[in-house]
């Protein structure tokens, strides 16, 4: 056992203790007077044991048996810090075991010498160890611990903490220099080497202004403990690298260790960068230094740990980790660090330098006659569909020089969506650090600064600035004409990316300027989707909420898409709502169409009206004759049920549990859904009555038990009749869209129904989720089920994203109607209204909607079931066609509601670029009901993502 300090550069090869197990628990009784088992765990440089006690099987604590190279005072130190903190911070902190005789900390002897063994107490739960998914709240959650720590430990001193070890970022560099000269593979050296060239520089700049302080310096994936698998972190192990070095070092060691995990880029570290820092504030040097002490940390692990495998070939612990090693530093190599710093800078909310103005003036000032060009996602250079293609922007440029423009800028910095990708799992590179320009006739440069010709390009500088102007065929400070000139910003140390994605974008201007000044303009930044969410936060109300924490702000679709500002395309699954697809054209011309013509309210002659009614009755029965338009879904349920109340001259109506339709008085009394309300039940008024949920998988009876719900409907029903009290009507979901899609058992609306009707009351069958063909084998709900409904409410599809709701009944019950006034909506119905409504109905006959509803969503249901063979959270696949569910448990026989994982999982898909949400009572159940024209590519990625979800983590 070591008397003196460590110092790693003179004992650079650490092999660790590997003491039998037999031997161990021989020596823990002797020392400790204990019997026990043991158990190994993996250390690179110990040696770490679980010990249970012999007789009864309980964990006694973790044994660690340190490198001999360490001295006492040093494994005192790091108990000491421990105990230190534990009494400072709400984190569950090990200690040393009290035994018989007092602590459980000795020198012993063993066989392979004197080697100190303690034994630490347990910390039950589960770490981040592997690669898989970190969300950002656990991200976060890690860079807080640090900065607890980080704090926690700032009055702690040790006379041990002038200790040298290799994880010491102080000395980086040195531990770098001395493991390259031994390793073997000149890949590595290179990598290695490149990253010492990018960060030496920075650190040599800052290093001496950076504060030093105690720190624990080993806060990663695999020292953190989570209580459960549903938990975020809440306690720290393993103080063995304990020491006073630079402060920042924490952090950067703690976001390091992330980079290995699925779905984590640099840019998805910052959650943990502002926790740490809104508990200890980094100073601009610590906020520069940071990413050059990640990429050397990754360093310094890949060389650390390819040693480790050298010299100790049977240390599997070490041998595995070099796969995650090399992520690390691959990753952290991904983004430069003036890049990262000023990325940092911005999420941190501080100010971001940028590089001075162009200086060299307007490199085409002789044109007066300027076009700027548009691709973003609003720009109607994008409408119909024209994103997809590959040439529009071409063509739009020559477009404009034809129309008189002499240039047409594409300016750099502004988000790109023309020739974007349609599904993307990771943000895609949207936009460019260059200007692109289009000039009418060939042009001379106009400028004194002094101009180097290269094959293709020109590069111009004016003092330490410069821009590259390339194309095909330059040759002389004429610019040829009608060719698409790049106008790049020129770095003399970073390679300058064509483009990069949105969230690097701040990051990359800092550092590069913007060379659309070389053309005399200066374009300003837009708008963040933060700003705009505090804006509509503050005037929207609470209860009218958004879609995910932190949403993306979605200004474009075409059919199964949906664009963000950014120009990142979504795929969406969720979107009935878009039932023909976003911006269909048929549906914006019909539209605009009859904007232009006349859009007044429906008491006006005007035929749209009466087509689209006959349209929408020539899908029905014939007794079905007669319709009432309404502008949602909530209006169409509260007139059907005012509609049955007038017919029957009732107030009493029967609903389902847990069903939602809508928020209107009438149609929030029949609403239970404990989703929408949690107190849904108790709070019904006393004319509304439930039977029991309909599920044939969660519900009260399961599987082929299911068939008793009917007779049981029916016996309610006929209670209610008994008591006096007949009913006016009956309404649910002719199929179960609220629990995500779930068929009715065969027969129970036929059973259901005939009650009803033997007390003179109404059949209301609710479609707003399920009509209009979205089931694929039926166009109609209730068509499943074999019987015909009194009135029918529907809404959501048939206007395709414009407000239209009917409600289809007979012309009996809907004269009856008069015993309660007059109807009247202003808008339900008007000639805009229509004219959309007759496009809907038109669009999912000619494009065999239907047809594609069944084909897609039966291709889409195979896929779905088979993830339920391999995942044991996929409990059931719900639907038919294109409404369907997916639904999540924790346990098969108790069918425990995967609430937290659900979110979780739609969150995860969000970041895979697929829009997702839950539903259902429990919130456990995906609802998938994509735009009807979504194509098997786009179901086939959608399941895709959600496997590699539930295979990477979520």
Same mark, same amino acid.
Request: proline share 5%.
């Given at each position: 056992?070591?008397?003196?300090?460590?110092?790693?550069?003179?004992?650079?090869?650490?092999?660790?203790?590997?003491?039998?197990?037999?031997?161990?628990?021989?020596?823990?009784?002797?020392?400790?007077?204990?019997?026990?088992?043991?158990?190994?765990?993996?250390?690179?440089?110990?040696?770490?044991?679980?010990?249970?006690?012999?007789?009864?099987?309980?964990?006694?604590?973790?044994?660690?048996?340190?490198?001999?190279?360490?001295?006492?005072?040093?494994?005192?130190?790091?108990?000491?810090?421990?105990?230190?903190?534990?009494?400072?911070?709400?984190?569950?902190?090990?200690?040393?075991?009290?035994?018989?005789?007092?602590?459980?900390?000795?020198?012993?002897?063993?066989?392979?010498?004197?080697?100190?063994?303690?034994?630490?107490?347990?910390?039950?739960?589960?770490?981040?160890?592997?690669?898989?998914?970190?969300?950002?709240?656990?991200?976060?959650?890690?860079?807080?611990?640090?900065?607890?720590?980080?704090?926690?430990?700032?009055?702690?001193?040790?006379?041990?903490?002038?200790?040298?070890?290799?994880?010491?970022?102080?000395?980086?560099?040195?531990?770098?220099?001395?493991?390259?000269?031994?390793?073997?593979?000149?890949?590595?050296?290179?990598?290695?080497?490149?990253?010492?060239?990018?960060?030496?520089?920075?650190?040599?700049?800052?290093?001496?202004?950076?504060?030093?302080?105690?720190?624990?310096?080993?806060?990663?994936?695999?020292?953190?403990?989570?209580?459960?698998?549903?938990?975020?972190?809440?306690?720290?192990?393993?103080?063995?690298?304990?020491?006073?070095?630079?402060?920042?070092?924490?952090?950067?060691?703690?976001?390091?260790?992330?980079?290995?995990?699925?779905?984590?880029?640099?840019?998805?570290?910052?959650?943990?960068?502002?926790?740490?820092?809104?508990?200890?504030?980094?100073?601009?040097?610590?906020?520069?230094?940071?990413?050059?002490?990640?990429?050397?940390?990754?360093?310094?692990?890949?060389?650390?740990?390819?040693?480790?495998?050298?010299?100790?070939?049977?240390?599997?612990?070490?041998?595995?980790?070099?796969?995650?090693?090399?992520?690390?530093?691959?990753?952290?190599?991904?983004?430069?660090?003036?890049?990262?710093?000023?990325?940092?800078?911005?999420?941190?909310?501080?100010?971001?330098?940028?590089?001075?103005?162009?200086?060299?003036?307007?490199?085409?000032?002789?044109?007066?006659?300027?076009?700027?060009?548009?691709?973003?996602?609003?720009?109607?250079?994008?409408?119909?569909?024209?994103?997809?293609?590959?040439?529009?922007?071409?063509?739009?440029?020559?477009?404009?020089?034809? @129309? =008189?423009? $002499?240039? #047409?800028? %594409?300016? *750099?910095?502004?988000?790109?969506? +023309?020739?974007? &990708?349609? !599904? /993307?799992?990771?943000?895609?590179?949207?936009?460019?650090?260059?200007?692109?320009?289009?000039?009418?006739?060939?042009?001379?440069?106009?400028?004194?600064?002094?101009?180097?010709?290269?094959?293709?390009?020109?590069?111009?500088? @004016? =003092?330490? $600035?410069? #821009?590259? %102007?390339? *194309?095909?065929?330059?040759?002389? +400070?004429?610019? &040829?004409? !009608? /060719?698409?000139?790049?106008?790049?910003?020129?770095?003399?140390?970073?390679?300058?990316?064509?483009?990069?994605?949105?969230?690097?974008?701040?990051?990359?201007?800092?550092?590069?300027?913007?060379?659309?000044?070389?053309?005399?303009?200066?374009?300003?930044?837009?708008?963040?989707?933060?700003?705009?969410?505090?804006?509509?936060?503050?005037?929207?109300?609470?209860?009218?909420?958004?879609?995910?924490?932190?949403?993306?702000?979605?200004?474009?679709?075409?059919?199964?898409?949906?664009?963000?500002?950014?120009?990142?395309?979504?795929?969406?699954?969720?979107?009935?709502?878009?039932?023909?697809?976003?911006?269909?054209?048929?549906?914006?011309?019909?539209?605009?169409?009859?904007?232009?013509?006349?859009?007044?309210?429906?008491?006006?002659?005007?035929?749209?009206?009466?087509?689209?009614?006959?349209?929408?009755?020539?899908?029905?029965?014939?007794?079905?004759?007669?319709?009432?338009?309404?502008?949602?879904?909530?209006?169409?349920?509260?007139?059907?049920?005012?509609?049955?109340?007038?017919?029957?001259?009732?107030?009493?109506?029967?609903?389902?549990?847990?069903?939602?339709?809508?928020?209107?008085?009438?149609?929030?009394?029949?609403?239970?859904?404990?989703?929408?309300?949690?107190?849904?039940?108790?709070?019904?008024?006393?004319?509304?009555?439930?039977?029991?949920?309909?599920?044939?998988?969660?519900?009260?009876?399961?599987?082929?038990?299911?068939?008793?719900?009917?007779?049981?409907?029916?016996?309610?029903?006929?209670?209610?009749?008994?008591?006096?009290?007949?009913?006016?009507?009956?309404?649910?979901?002719?199929?179960?869209?609220?629990?995500?899609?779930?068929?009715?058992?065969?027969?129970?609306?036929?059973?259901?129904?005939?009650?009803?009707?033997?007390?003179?009351?109404?059949?209301?069958?609710?479609?707003?989720?399920?009509?209009?063909?979205?089931?694929?084998?039926?166009?109609?709900?209730?068509?499943?089920?074999?019987?015909?409904?009194?009135?029918?409410?529907?809404?959501?599809?048939?206007?395709?994203?414009?407000?239209?709701?009917?409600?289809?009944?007979?012309?009996?019950?809907?004269?009856?109607?008069?015993?309660?006034?007059?109807?009247?909506?202003?808008?339900?119905?008007?000639?805009?209204?229509?004219?959309?409504?007759?496009?809907?109905?038109?669009?999912?006959?000619?494009?065999?909607?239907?047809?594609?509803?069944?084909?897609?969503?039966?291709?889409?249901?195979?896929?779905?079931?088979?993830?339920?063979?391999?995942?044991?959270?996929?409990?059931?696949?719900?639907?038919?066609?294109?409404?369907?569910?997916?639904?999540?448990?924790?346990?098969?026989?108790?069918?425990?509601?995967?609430?937290?994982?659900?979110?979780?999982?739609?969150?995860?898909?969000?970041?895979?670029?697929?829009?997702?949400?839950?539903?259902?009572?429990?919130?456990?159940?995906?609802?998938?009901?994509?735009?009807?024209?979504?194509?098997?590519?786009?179901?086939?990625?959608?399941?895709?993502?959600?496997?590699?979800?539930?295979?990477?983590?979520?």
């Amino acid at each position: 056992m070591a008397t003196e300090i460590f110092n790693y550069f003179t004992q650079t090869e650490l092999p660790s203790p590997t003491l039998p197990e037999q031997e161990v628990v021989e020596l823990v009784e002797k020392h400790f007077g204990v019997r026990t088992t043991a158990s190994s765990l993996g250390s690179q440089q110990d040696q770490n044991f679980v010990l249970r006690i012999e007789d009864s099987g309980e964990i006694l604590g973790v044994l660690k048996l340190s490198n001999p190279a360490f001295s006492v005072a040093e494994i005192q130190m790091q108990d000491e810090a421990a105990a230190h903190l534990a009494g400072k911070v709400e984190l569950r902190i090990p200690s040393i075991v009290e035994g018989a005789h007092g602590p459980m900390s000795a020198l012993w002897e063993t066989s392979q010498g004197e080697i100190h063994g303690r034994v630490i107490k347990f910390i039950p739960g589960s770490n981040f160890m592997g690669s898989s998914y970190l969300s950002p709240q656990a991200i976060a959650r890690m860079g807080e611990i640090a900065g607890i720590v980080s704090t926690g430990l700032a009055d702690f001193s040790h006379p041990a903490s002038s200790r040298v070890l290799q994880w010491d970022l102080r000395y980086a560099e040195k531990v770098i220099d001395q493991l390259l000269a031994d390793e073997p593979d000149e890949q590595v050296k290179k990598l290695v080497e490149r990253a010492v060239e990018m960060t030496a520089p920075v650190l040599s700049g800052v290093g001496p202004n950076l504060p030093q302080q105690m720190g624990h310096f080993d806060i990663t994936d695999d020292n953190i403990m989570c209580p459960d698998a549903h938990s975020l972190p809440d306690a720290v192990l393993d103080f063995g690298d304990v020491a006073k070095s630079w402060a920042v070092g924490e952090i950067a060691t703690t976001v390091s260790s992330m980079l290995h995990h699925a779905g984590v880029a640099p840019v998805n570290v910052l959650p943990a960068i502002k926790a740490f820092h809104a508990l200890r504030p980094l100073s601009e040097d610590e906020i520069d230094a940071l990413w050059p002490l990640v990429i050397q940390r990754g360093a310094v692990l890949v060389l650390s740990g390819r040693q480790q495998s050298r010299i100790d070939e049977d240390n599997e612990y070490a041998t595995s980790a070099l796969d995650r090693e090399m992520r690390i530093l691959v990753q952290a190599l991904t983004v430069p660090p003036a890049v990262m710093a000023a990325t940092i800078r911005e999420a941190l909310g501080l100010p971001v330098a940028h590089p001075a103005s162009w200086s060299g003036g307007n490199l085409l000032s002789s044109l007066s006659r300027v076009e700027i060009l548009d691709a973003g996602t609003t720009s109607t250079l994008n409408d119909e569909g024209a994103w997809l293609d590959a040439t529009t922007l071409e063509k739009a440029a020559l477009c404009a020089l034809d @129309a =008189g423009a $002499q240039l #047409v800028v %594409l300016p *750099a910095w502004q988000p790109v969506l +023309t020739g974007a &990708p349609s !599904r /993307t799992h990771t943000s895609p590179e949207t936009i460019p650090t260059h200007a692109t320009i289009w000039l009418a006739e060939a042009t001379q440069l106009t400028t004194s600064a002094a101009i180097e010709s290269q094959a293709d390009s020109l590069t111009v500088r @004016a =003092g330490d $600035q410069a #821009v590259a %102007l390339s *194309a095909p065929g330059i040759t002389s +400070t004429t610019l &040829p004409a !009608r /060719t698409a000139i790049t106008v790049s910003p020129v770095h003399e140390s970073l390679d300058v990316p064509a483009r990069v994605t949105a969230e690097l974008a701040a990051g990359w201007r800092s550092v590069l300027g913007d060379p659309t000044e070389a053309l005399g303009l200066d374009l300003g930044s837009a708008r963040d989707a933060d700003e705009l969410l505090e804006r509509r936060e503050k005037v929207l109300a609470e209860v009218q909420e958004h879609y995910y924490q932190h949403p993306p702000q979605m200004e474009r679709g075409w059919r199964e898409y949906l664009m963000d500002t950014n120009g990142r395309v979504y795929l969406d699954m969720v979107n009935n709502v878009a039932s023909v697809g976003h911006a269909h054209p048929r549906v914006v011309k019909a539209a605009t169409n009859q904007m232009r013509l006349l859009n007044t309210n429906s008491r006006f002659n005007y035929h749209a009206i009466t087509e689209y009614a006959e349209m929408i009755t020539e899908t029905l029965p014939e007794q079905l004759d007669t319709v009432f338009f309404v502008n949602s879904g909530s209006e169409a349920v509260d007139l059907a049920l005012r509609l049955a109340m007038a017919y029957t001259s009732r107030s009493d109506i029967v609903c389902m549990s847990e069903s939602y339709h809508g928020w209107t008085y009438a149609s929030d009394a029949v609403s239970t859904s404990i989703a929408d309300n949690p107190n849904a039940l108790s709070t019904r008024p006393e004319w509304i009555h439930t039977v029991d949920a309909a599920n044939s998988y969660r519900g009260v009876h399961r599987g082929a038990e299911a068939v008793k719900y009917g007779p049981e409907a029916v016996e309610v029903i006929n209670g209610i009749a008994q008591s006096g009290k007949p009913i006016a009507g009956f309404i649910s979901e002719s199929y179960f869209g609220n629990a995500g899609g779930v068929a009715l058992p065969d027969g129970y609306l036929e059973q259901v129904y005939a009650a009803v009707r033997a007390q003179g009351g109404l059949a209301i069958a609710d479609e707003v989720q399920v009509g209009f063909g979205r089931l694929g084998q039926w166009f109609w709900g209730f068509h499943q089920q074999g019987v015909i409904p009194d009135i029918v409410a529907v809404a959501k599809s048939i206007g395709g994203g414009h407000p239209i709701g009917a409600v289809i009944t007979s012309r009996e019950i809907a004269n009856r109607y008069r015993t309660q006034g007059y109807f009247f909506s202003s808008t339900g119905g008007s000639p805009v209204s229509s004219e959309i409504g007759k496009a809907i109905l038109g669009i999912i006959k000619d494009e065999g909607l239907q047809e594609n509803a069944l084909t897609v969503g039966s291709h889409l249901q195979q896929r779905l079931q088979s993830l339920s063979e391999k995942y044991p959270i996929v409990g059931r696949v719900h639907g038919s066609g294109l409404y369907l569910g997916l639904e999540f448990i924790r346990d098969t026989e108790s069918l425990e509601p995967a609430t937290e994982e659900t979110e979780a999982i739609c969150n995860r898909l969000l970041e895979l670029g697929v829009i997702m949400q839950p539903t259902g009572d429990y919130q456990n159940v995906l609802k998938i009901k994509p735009p009807l024209v979504v194509t098997m590519d786009s179901v086939n990625y959608f399941v895709d993502m959600l496997e590699h979800v539930l295979e990477t983590g979520y």
